[in-house]
């Protein structure tokens, strides 16, 4: 299995410029994540889906948008990107399970630079 | 609302010794509390997970953590460190009464630990 992949690795975008980061796993995990690092505040989730064509905000969603089309794909899309946005972005996905909570998987990360 | 507190942005250890991370937390409820490290330029990797029951919780790379309910923390463990477990640790938390949030989890600022030969 590849796990939980993510495309670009690294990108630098102009204010204003719209992109999408590509997140897919190959796990059949029902739960899917978006999160955004910053120094000194951890993770915080921007979009997450439980399932195919369920999605819902997080914490942070302001500036992104998001879908679910498959099990596999969870693509955030930029509208308009601005300084405020630079980060480093992960995607992380977890089986639902029947009891409990079940631990997430991480991608290696999108290190976004606005200008 | 679920809030994660880890006070030590840095923890110092030498090689051999005993190294402890810090971890509160605040839910309205009973919590599901975890930890994951991560190495330089990589994704966070799951260490451990306290569900229920016993409190003193084993977890990968022989880290351990035990949960306290009335001091509400969640702290993390190890006997002897080693160079090699140099890296920056999360702690997390979820309420037990939130529904239909997947397992989405609120993480804390981070701790990076650094141990010195």
């Known amino acids: 299995n590849a796990g939980v992949t993510q495309t670009p690795k690294f990108q630098v975008l102009k204010t204003g410029q719209s992109m999408t980061l590509q997140c897919a796993q190959d796990?059949?995990?029902?739960?899917m994540s978006w999160y955004r690092q910053d120094p000194g505040m951890g993770l915080r989730l921007i979009h997450y889906?439980?399932?195919?064509?369920?999605?819902d905000q997080g914490e942070v969603p302001n500036g992104y948008n998001v879908s679910r089309s498959t099990t596999e794909d969870f693509p955030l899309r930029l509208l308009s990107a601005a300084p405020s946005q630079t980060s480093v972005y992960f995607c992380a996905s977890s089986y639902a399970g029947t009891s409990g909570i079940n631990e997430q998987y991480f991608g290696p990360g999108t290190r976004l630079t606005v200008t | 609302a679920q809030s994660v507190a880890q006070p030590e942005d840095q923890v110092n250890v030498a090689e051999g010794n005993p190294l402890t991370v810090k971890c509160t937390y605040s839910?309205?409820?009973?919590?599901?509390l975890f930890w994951y490290v991560q190495y330089p330029n990589r994704g966070l990797q799951f260490l451990l997970k306290y569900i229920t029951g016993d409190n003193l919780v084993k977890g990968s790379y022989g880290f351990e953590a035990e949960f306290n309910k009335s001091q509400t923390s969640f702290h993390l463990k190890k006997p002897s460190a080693l160079v090699s477990d140099s890296a920056l640790y999360f702690c997390?938390?979820?309420?037990?009464?939130?529904?239909?949030?997947?397992?989405?989890?609120?993480f804390g600022g981070g701790t990076r630990l650094m141990v010195k030969p």
């Open positions: 839910v309205s409820g009973n919590p599901y």
């Open positions: 997390a938390v979820r309420d037990r009464v939130q529904n239909n949030a997947g397992n989405m989890l609120t």
């Open positions: 796990m059949n995990h029902e739960y």
């Open positions: 889906s439980v399932g195919a064509g369920i999605t």
